[in-house]
């Protein structure tokens, strides 16, 4: 997957906040996300019908701590 350029901050980043957050690139048939702290390590990439039941188990993990 080509993500160079195509990485947008999460929109949960605000002021002081847009360091230290994730990053989203998308292609027709995939998602990646990455660290913008350090976005030269680890990708994750999802296919894009995985990344919302993805996102659906963060949310209830979340909820459960």
Same mark, same amino acid.
């Given at each position: 997957?080509?993500?160079?350029?195509?990485?947008?901050?999460?929109?949960?980043?605000?002021?002081?906040?847009?360091?230290?957050?994730?990053?989203? =690139?998308?292609?027709?048939?995939?998602?990646?996300?990455?660290?913008?702290?350090?976005?030269?390590? =680890?990708?994750?990439?999802f296919p894009t019908t995985?990344? =919302?039941?993805?996102?659906?188990?963060?949310?209830?993990? =979340?909820?459960?701590?």
């Open positions: 997957m080509d993500t160079s350029g195509n990485w947008r901050n999460s929109s949960y980043s605000g002021p002081g906040d847009g360091d230290s957050c994730v990053e989203i =690139a998308h292609s027709p048939t995939r998602i990646a996300i990455r660290d913008s702290k350090i976005p030269t390590r =680890a990708t994750l990439t995985a990344f =919302a039941p993805f996102l659906e188990v963060l949310k209830e993990s =979340a909820r459960g701590l």
